[in-house]
Structure formats: structure tokens, C-alpha cells
């Protein structure tokens, strides 16, 4: 069986104490291949090598970075088969979604963080004739990265990127649930020349290896995406060190339809907004609230072609949904299924685990499922459930539907849909979220602040925001008289 390895110091090695963790296939719910259990030996190792790099790493020019970069970015595209059928693998999820989303994603974040370096430029403040301030910018030093099982490569090189495009160096730790693409990148980061101890991913356990990124008293920034939980212990470990901190946590975000929408669009982009990646993206409109006047219309639409939807082998081109990541995920959605209809909802399409024939018959598949009748604020519309589960709300005026909005503890994203103008402007900016879109969802331009207020996180990634994070700022004042 294929056994994952660490990538310390450039090279690719077994974990200290000899032990692994069984990694499953969600669409068989077979293992298929074994996961380093590190523990805080290896992340030791792994700060070493950091430390040991970085004072060559951080002065390296930035075009030489950027040059590095661009060769794993080019390296990405190469492997983009390859890697996007192990995503698919070790997730779940659909080989298009892979193919078209994750990996080139990937691909992207090393292209655009390679190229944003040569453009970033710092501050200066003149006091007139009396002075001038500059700022010098310097990378913070060793950055530790953690990342969730959603969108595996995708977040993993979101966070890389511009650690090692700003001079830093990075202890890396993927989710134990989806360990492969970051194992592959590995091998990638040693084929394009990146220096040894530059990047170091150390795989494991989240409260073995997680919690030694975050309590190591070497490593001064953490970058984090995951669940409000977990972020809420790492905060409780890095704030008294006083660590920078980057948080991208959970969300439960609205999806609002008015009346006057374009439909079809509303509809065939609600379909994916509810439930690509089996509704496993933070962003997923999970909380679907329609105007009166089109309630019912849409309702019985949008029905109808979620019931056409395809559950099935992640390998098939023609799957719209796989399997859920694990199955303890399963259950904690199905869960949810039956808290709704104890809090009164009613399923109106699916509700239940989907069965598959032969090889597939352990795999871990839900029927993508629509909720109605259930208060605003019962736990089913205010706790996020990271599954294919949407419910569908009524709503007749502006104020009611941003009181139901803005009524969870997250704020990460919303979407809107309305052909008028100065609604969708007056809403956007009332919305307590860190993203709106308005008539589109997911549509990414990486210049962009990404990230969400209240629980759903604190600061900002993407564009320039990233840089600013993995830098420290210095601001130098020279009096001229
Ligand atoms: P998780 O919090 O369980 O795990 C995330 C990562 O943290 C994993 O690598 C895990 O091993 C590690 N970890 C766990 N305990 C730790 C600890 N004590 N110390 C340090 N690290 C620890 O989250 P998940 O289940 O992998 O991912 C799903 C969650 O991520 C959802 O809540 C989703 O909304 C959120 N998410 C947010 C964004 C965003 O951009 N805001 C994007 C994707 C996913």
C-alpha cells in the first residue's frame, strides 16, 4: 500500500516514531493508502530545516523566487491529470470539479503570488519638508500553514504561496483527511528546485501536529483555515504568545433571491452555489431564501432538477455530487437531516444516504437534500453542516430577509440575486459578510480581500492582503533638517 511520506528539509521521509494512519477512498470507504502520524519530533525537524533556510531563502531576489514559483505552477499544469484523479480520490469529489476547479486553482495561486511579488511595493509618507517615513517590509519569518480537507490543494497552495513568494519559509500541515495532493506537491516543490527547507509539510494529526505548528515558540504566524472550533483553540494558544494570525473559519451563508432575479440564471447557478463539492465549500449558499411572489415557482423548479442531479462514482464524468469526505462526516450530515425534521422541516427532496452497487456499496453518498418549513432560527438554519443540505425560506420585504441574513454567528459570504440596481448595491453593503455576489457565486479574482467577519474569521487572504500578512512592516522616519 502507498505510504505518504513528510517532505522535511528537501526530502522525502518517514515520520520519527514509525507510525500511520490509515487514509480512506470516501467513494469505496476502503483505505487505500497510509498517512504519516507525526508528531512534534517531526514538526521539529521541520522548524529546523525552516530556521536553517530561511536567512538565505529571505534575501533570495524576488525574481528568483518568483522564477521557482512559476516552475511548480507550470509543474502543476503538467500533473494536472494525475493530480486532479488523486483529489478525487482522497476527497470524493467529482473528477470535473478536480479537473476544472481544484488543480488549476493550484496552478494559479503559484502563477499569481509568483508574478504579485514583483509588483508589490511598500508606503512612504511625506511630513512635508520636515521628513519622510518609509515602510520597509521583511518577511515575518517561519509561517505555519494549516489547511482543511474541502478543497485540499486548492487552500494548501492559497496559504503557501504568498509565505514563500514574500521570503518566508513554512512548516505545512494538510488535513489528515486529504493528505495526497500536498504529498504530490512535494515531489513537484523538489522537481522545480525549490530550496531544501523552504517548504517542509509535515502530515499528521491535527491535535499532534496542528497543535505543535501553533504552540511552537519558533514559528510566529499561523495561517489557518478550518472550523470555527479549531480556530477558536489555535487563537487560545497563539494570542498569549502574540502570534499574527490569519483565521478562515466556517460559514452559513444566505443565498437571497427576489422576485425580480433573471430565474434561469438564479436557478442554474443556485444548483451549484447549494451543492458542488456535495455543498462542502465554506462559501455553499446553504440557507436559500426566495421572495414571496416566487416561492413556490422556484421551489418546484429548483426541485425538479436537483432531483436530476447525479449521485455517483466521482470517477464518472457525468457526477454532479460524489461522496462526502469521511464517514463520520456522513453521519454528522444525516444527523442534521434528522435534527431538521424534528425541528419541523419538511425533506422535499432527498433526506437520505445513497446506496451504490458493487465496489462502491461502502461508499459515503448523500442524496443532495432540500428543507422547508423551519424557522430562521432553529439549529438547522443557524449551524453550518458542510453538506449537500439546503433549506428554503420565504421572505416578503428587504429588512426581513437581512434580519434572517445576518442572524447566524458567520459572516463569510452571501449571494444575491435581483436585476435592480441600487438593491443589489443597498444590500451588498448592509450585509454583514465578508463577500457578497451579487448575481454570480464563486467567481474569484485572487486581487481580492477574501474572508468574513464574526465566526467566520479574522483577516483578510488574497491579493496584496496575503503579502501584507507574511511581511512584517517597519516604518523608518528620516528627518531632512
Ligand atoms: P478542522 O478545523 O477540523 O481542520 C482543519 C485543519 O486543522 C486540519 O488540517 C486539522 O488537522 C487541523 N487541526 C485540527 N485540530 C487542530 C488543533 N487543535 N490545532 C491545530 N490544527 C488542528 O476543519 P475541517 O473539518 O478540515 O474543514 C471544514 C471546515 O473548514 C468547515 O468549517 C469550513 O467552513 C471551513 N472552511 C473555511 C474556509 C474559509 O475560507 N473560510 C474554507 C474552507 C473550509
Known sequence: MQKIKNYINGELIEPAAGHYIDNYNPATGKVYSLIPDSDEQDV????QAALTAFPIWSVTPKEER???MLKISDLIEKNLEGLA????????????LARTVDIPRAASNFHFYATAILHYASESHAMEDMAINYTLRTPVGIAGCISPWNLPLYLFTWKIAPAIASGCCVVAKPSEITPMTAYL???LCIEAGLPKGVLNIVHGYGHKVGAAITAHPKIPLISFTGGTKTGAEIARTAAPMFKKLSLELGGKNPNIIFADCDFEKAIKTTLQSS???QGQICLCGSRIFIEKPIYEKFKKEFIEKV???KVGNPADA????GAVVSKSHMEKVLSYIDLAKQEGGTIVSGGFQVKLEG???????????????????????QEEIFGPVVTLTPFETEEEVLHYADSTQYGLAAILWTENLTRAHRMASRLHAGIVWINCWLLRDLRTPFGGVKSSGVGREGGFEALHFFTEPKNVCIKLK
Not at 484523479?85 to 470535473?96: L, W, Y
Open 44 to 47: 521539529e525537524k521541520a522548524v
Open 66 to 68: 518568483s522564477r521557482i
Open 85 to 96: 484523479i488523486a483529489e478525487s480520490i482522497d476527497n470524493g469529489k467529482p473528477i470535473s
Open 185 to 187: 506537491l512535494s515531489e
Open 275 to 277: 451543492f458542488a463539492n
Open 307 to 309: 432531483k436530476a442531479l
Open 318 to 321: 457525468d457526477s454532479r455530487l
Open 359 to 381: 465496489e462502491f456499496a461502502e461508499g459515503y453518498y448523500i442524496a443532495p437534500t432540500i428543507i422547508e418549513g423551519l424557522a430562521y432560527n432553529c439549529r438547522t438554519n
